[in-house]
């Protein structure tokens, strides 16, 4: 029963992220393309983050001399 409910919740974010962005006028293909670039530059977003931003926040703190060296 969880799992149903669980299953019927996504499908119904699903469904409001296909309303919200317009895509439920596209076809299949169209929406899988442009999933896939989403996801795509969603990802290197977060890897961009994951690398370069703790060299940033350190540069940050040695700036404005919260860490001494």
Known sequence: MALGDAWKQL???YYQYLLVTA???LEPWERTVFNS???SVAGMAVYT????MPQHIMAILHYFE???G
């Open 49 to 52: 983050g994951y690398v370069f």
């Open 37 to 39: 670039l989403l996801i």
């Open 23 to 25: 895509l439920y006028m």
């Open 11 to 13: 499908s119904w974010i």
């Open 66 to 68: 919260v860490i001494q």
